[in-house]
């Protein structure tokens, strides 16, 4: 399996640029998550999606974030405008829903520094 | 909400020795319980998945319990190696009421096993 796949991996952007990340889960996992890291917060969640509709998304800081799963193979994280605390790590993750014991798989990261 | 805490936030340690990480949590309405390495510019990758019925599980040098009375779980690492050396992540998996998935994580711990 490829796993969890995310694009683009380094992103250096201008503030009050729009800024795309996308996300691949793995193929048969029915819940996608986006995660942000930073070293001041942690990984935070900002937003779940259980069979392409968002769950949960009160993690989202803001209107500027917004977050779409239009298929069960894809998924998009926009930033707009972007502004200079945005800068992090943006993980996207993939699990089966079910409560029997499942794991949770990461990406390797989209890296986004706005300045 | 349940909150996760690991402490402690860093580590440093010798070649060859014995280690344990600890995770606290607030809540015993879990359904399991990950131990996650992070490497430095990579995304997370799962050690090891004990479900909420279960008391600990094995890989290798790696042993994590779980005491879901307590809120309290471990991650023992056996014999380390420098190549040990990562941030060590904790995540429970909430129960949800609704379909999909809730997982929680701590802010890690920062090993470093100095050859």
């Known amino acids: 399996d490829a796993g969890v796949i995310q694009s683009p991996r380094h992103e250096v952007t201008e503030m009050g640029q729009e800024v795309t990340l996308r996300c691949k889960p793995i193929s048969g996992h029915n819940s996608l998550f986006w995660y942000r890291q930073t070293m001041m917060r942690g990984l935070e969640l900002l937003i779940y999606f259980n069979n392409n509709v968002p769950i949960d998304d009160s993690g989202m800081p803001e209107d500027r974030f917004s977050a779409k799963m239009p298929n069960a193979s894809f998924s998009t994280l926009k930033i707009q405008p972007s502004e200079p605390r945005d800068s992090a790590v943006y993980f996207c993750?993939?699990?089966?829903?079910?409560?029997?014991?499942?794991?949770?798989?990461f990406g390797e990261g989209s890296w986004l520094t706005v300045v | 909400k349940q909150e996760v805490t690991q402490i402690p936030a860093a580590l440093s340690v010798p070649e060859g020795e014995n280690l344990v990480l600890n995770c606290s949590f607030t809540d015993s309405a879990i359904y399991n319980l990950q131990w996650f390495r992070q490497d430095p510019g990579k995304g997370l990758t799962s050690l090891l998945l004990?479900?909420?019925?279960?008391r600990e599980q094995t890989s290798g040098r790696l042993n994590a319990s779980l005491d879901k009375s307590s809120g309290r779980s471990t991650l023992y690492i056996a014999a380390s190696q420098p190549g040990d050396s990562a941030t060590y992540l904790c995540?429970?998996?909430?129960?949800?009421?609704?379909?999909?998935?809730?997982?929680?994580f701590g802010t890690g711990t920062s090993l470093t096993v100095i050859p």
């Open positions: 993750a993939s699990s089966f829903g079910g409560h029997s014991g499942n794991t949770i798989y």
């Open positions: 995540s429970l998996g909430g129960e949800e009421v609704h379909t999909g998935n809730q997982f929680y």
């Open positions: 004990i479900q909420s019925s279960q």
